[in-house]
T-cell receptor
Framework: NAGVTQTPKFQVLKTGQSMTLQCAQDMNHEYMSWYRQDPGMGLRLIHYSVGAGITDQGEVPNGYNVSRSTTEDFPLRLLSAAPSQTSVYFC??????????FGSGTRLTVV | DAKTTQPPSMDCAEGRAANLPCNHSTISGNEYVYWYRQIHSQGPQYIIHGLKNNETNEMASLIITEDRKSSTLILPHATLRDTAVYYCIVRVADTGGFKTIFGAGTRLFVKA
């Protein structure tokens, strides 16, 4: 099993550009989440999903969209990148009451 | 807001047990306590979880008080590689299911 795979690992965007951060898991987990972590800070929940076709907002959803068309994939879209979105983005998945498995992160810089 | 309270930092001598406390006084009857850790800039790593009984796995032990208002994560023989931020989380119910909110955690320094 590959676990949770995030691509790309690094990305630099210009202000106003859009992009999609990819997240895929091969463990057939129902639950998936996106977090962001700013330097020296804790993780903040952006969006999460409890199954294919079902998503909901977390603590900091503004500026981001998600969709969950399959169990395996949970992409995060930045609509119009802003410097305040410079962060490390983590995707995670879990099954029922078990703990999350996290990906290795995408380091995004918006200039 | 996170529903847990943890000390911001702790020290532990290498080879000794590290006992990390967590208060969750408003926990509901069907909410689990989860522990994760994050080493440097890596993705968080799940350690252990429990509902009301004490739990043990190859990484750690989790002791939950009888009233479930607090818990302690025990690393029995801490090593330098256990230096990390440790997060105690109570899973928060939401309309769409349960969302996991991270607090600030405890920064554990294991010293030689």
């Amino acid at each position: 099993n590959a676990g949770v795979t995030q691509t790309p690992k690094f990305q630099v965007l210009k202000t106003g550009q859009s992009m999609t951060l990819q997240c895929a898991q091969d463990m057939n987990h129902e639950y998936m989440s996106w977090y962001r972590q700013d330097p020296g800070m804790g993780l903040r929940l952006i969006h999460y999903s409890v199954g294919a076709g079902i998503t909901d907002q977390g603590e900091v959803p503004n500026g981001y969209n998600v969709s969950r068309s399959t169990t395996e994939d949970f992409p995060l879209r930045l609509l119009s990148a802003a410097p305040s979105q410079t962060s490390v983005y983590f995707c995670a998945s879990r099954r029922q009451t078990y703990g999350y498995t996290f990906g290795s992160g995408t380091r995004l810089t918006v200039v | 807001d996170a529903k847990t309270t943890q000390p911001p930092s702790m020290d532990c001598a290498e080879g000794r047990a590290a006992n990390l406390p967590c208060n969750h006084s408003t926990i509901s009857g069907n909410e689990y306590v989860y522990w994760y850790r994050q080493i440097h800039s890596q993705g968080p790593q799940y350690i252990i979880h429990g509902l009301k009984n004490n739990e043990t796995n190859e990484m750690a032990s989790l002791i939950i008080t009888e009233d479930r208002k607090s818990s302690t994560l025990i690393l029995p023989h801490a090593t330098l590689r256990d230096t990390a931020v440790y997060y105690c989380i109570v899973r928060v119910a939401d309309t769409g299911g349960f969302k996991t909110i991270f607090g600030a955690g405890t920064r554990l320094f294991v010293k030689a």
